[in-house]
């Protein structure tokens, strides 16, 4: 079962094939033979079994939907009721929170079996998985290699069939990067489209929840029960949420007008073995009918930069709150008040989380403002103002996700600005709120390389449909690697 | 942007972060690295850009002044290390 996409695995339950009960248990299993990987952080066997007794209960009573019975793993920056939260952060190595995120709640009320919590990048902040309190993740196609960050376990979980799907965070590529890294399919909507209630923030005007499958139709499923407005997040948007599984069916690769941009192109740094993967890619697009044409983000150059002011200045604000006294945790025998707040700091963070947050504590210190944050904000405007020209030319623009295929563990650690430019081809959509998602597209030396598509604001279901129709025409997301390694 | 170990001190103290004596070089020097990085910045000219600080542009949304939560303090308190009368109990600090 553990090759089967959403979609099938909701036939096989529907056809009494299996039961969820049998499902979970045979997803469980295979967590524990693959628990090299260092996937999860937490799993929740219990609530998992009874949570599947009641979803084939539901599909008993003929009350089942597409997500009914199916196993999935969330990532552990999302809150969820009587179960560890960590943000893979010593600092919240204790949590337990009392409710679950918007999405945790969403995607139970769906009818899906949350299995764990799978590992991440302390505070989403990184863009291999080795910045975890817990260990780093190892990518399934190479457990030498990293399987990208910040959303890593749960890449590896979804590319080792460990869960058809898995929830993850996208900040600056956190979603994509470590989907084109492990070979699957990954989602970030249009800011907005799904609430952060319950989502440990980073940077707030820039991180989304999104899904992370086997396939664009997979992720159609996950959207469609993420997304949707809630009061509680005051960035959250009140627009009705459209059929994204129909949008499949609804969007014809052919008259697609799909756009190059010709600094993804020509970016210094990109592996040949990726350029050539996405190359045939919008070969294969053209062939199939698409229009595909060159354009220009004049200013795409300036994105990851742009990032690394405005996300470190966020970030130093919305971790001021873990200060040891109250959240979090708390140093022995504190001197004096001061002395409590920055060993508890200091000891709770890692050294990628200190780093930003001095950053962005510089940054936004007196005499710096106006020419770092307020710099960026600016540039930031003409970023989005390239996508907003760009689309009124194409519906879609393409490229590589990330400019290599996954790398060696430990090749970046010390050398922060390489690790920062794993990201130089998903930060822009950030900044500019916009969607966009990473889909298998080959392999160099045996790793996956992911093709983003990325759409204008809310055309979520335009972007699944293209990324569905190019799944139609290549078999790239079926590849699948070994489980024993 | 060059730093040196005494501008990590008092960034690190404006940021309430214990930064050891030992790892305040390899600070200064990444930070120098990152600052020097996002110095590129200073080449766009922004003259009259407005800065861009929500993608979506939207504004504060306001609601009615109406509670719209339930009182839940029996239940946050039951997973409370310790409390005393109705109120939480918290470690003290030494000042």
């Known amino acids: 079962m553990h090759d089967r996409t959403i979609a099938e695995l909701g036939t096989a339950l529907e056809r009494g094939e299996c039961s969820s009960v049998e499902l979970t248990r045979a997803t469980l299993e295979r967590i524990d033979q693959a628990a090299d990987l260092n996937a999860f952080i937490t ?27 199916i196993p999935i793993a969330h990532k552990d920056i999302f ?60 990518n399934p196609w190479d457990r030498n290699a990293v399987p990208g960050g910040s959303s890593g376990g749960s890449a590896a979980a979804v590319a080792s069939g460990l869960v058809p799907a898995a929830t993850g965070t996208d900040t600056g590529g956190s979603i994509r990067q470590p989907a084109a890294l492990t070979g699957i399919s990954g989602l970030k909507p249009t800011y907005g ?18 899904p992370m499958a086997s396939s664009a139709e997979d992720l159609a499923i996950m959207l469609q029960g993420m997304a949707g407005f809630d009061r509680r997040d005051s960035t959250c948007v009140d627009r009705p949420v459209p059929d994204y599984r129909a949008a499949l069916a609804e969007t014809d690769v052919r008259g697609l007008r799909i756009g190059l941009p010709r600094e993804f192109i020509e970016a210094d740094g990109v592996d040949a073995e990726v350029s050539g993967a996405v190359t045939a890619a919008t070969d294969a697009l053209r062939e199939a009918g698409a229009d595909v044409r060159e354009i220009s983000l004049p200013n795409a150059g300036m994105a990851v930069p742009v990032y690394y002011v405005i996300a470190p200045a966020e970030a130093s604000s919305n971790l001021s709150r873990f200060d040891g006294v109250r959240y979090g945790y708390r140093c022995d025998s504190p001197a004096d008040l001061e002395d409590l707040y920055k060993r508890s700091r200091g000891e709770g963070f890692g050294e990628e989380v200190k780093r930003r947050i001095m950053v962005g504590t510089y940054a936004l210190s007196a005499g710096y403002y106006d020419a770092y944050y307020r710099k960026a904000q600016q540039v930031r405007r003409l970023v989005q ?78 972007l699944l449909g293209a990324a569905h129709g190019y799944q139609q025409l290549t078999d790239w997301h079926r590849q699948r690697p070994s489980v024993e390694g | 942007m060059p730093m040196n170990a005494n501008e990590v001190a008092q960034i690190a103290h404006l940021a309430r972060l214990a930064v050891s004596a030992e790892d305040s070089e390899t600070h200064a020097r990444n930070l120098s690295e990152i600052l020097d990085f996002v110095e590129q910045l200073g080449t766009v000219d922004t003259g009259d ?20 939560e339930p009182d839940e303090r029996e239940r946050f308190q039951a997973i409370a290390p310790a409390t005393e009368a109705g109120h939480y109990l918290v470690p003290r600090v030494i000042e």
């Open chain 2, 49 to 68: 850009v407005e800065p861009l600080a929500h993608p979506l542009e939207m504004t504060q949304r306001l609601r009615t002044d109406e509670p719209s």
């Open chain 1, 385 to 462: 103002e390239d996508f907003a020209r760009a689309f009124e030319s194409v519906d879609v623009i393409a490229g590589p996700t990330a400019p290599s295929t996954a790398f060696p563990l430990g090749s970046k650690a010390d050398d922060p600005v390489q690790m920062y430019l794993s990201d130089i081809f998903t930060i822009a959509v950030n900044l500019a709120g916009l969607p966009a998602l990473s889909v298998p597209a080959g392999f160099g030396g045996g790793r996956p390389v992911g093709l983003q598509l990325i759409g204008n604001h809310f055309q979520e279901g335009r």
């Open chain 1, 79 to 138: 809150c969820t009721e009587g179960v560890r939260t960590s943000c893979g952060s010593r600092m919240l190595e204790r949590f337990v929170p009392p409710y679950d995120a918007f999405v945790v709640a969403r995607l139970r009320a769906a009818g899906a079996v949350a299995v764990g919590k799978t590992n991440m990048d302390e505070f989403a902040m990184g863009s291999s998985n080795e910045t975890s309190f817990f260990g780093p993740v190892k």
């Open chain 1, 193 to 210: 489209r799904v609430s952060r209630y319950g989502m440990i923030a980073f940077a707030s005007s820039l991180d989304q929840a999104g």
């Open chain 1, 43 to 69: 799993l929740t066997p219990e609530s998992a079994l009874a949570e599947a007794a009641e979803a084939d209960a539901a599909r008993a009573r003929g009350e089942a939907g597409p997500l009914t019975g």
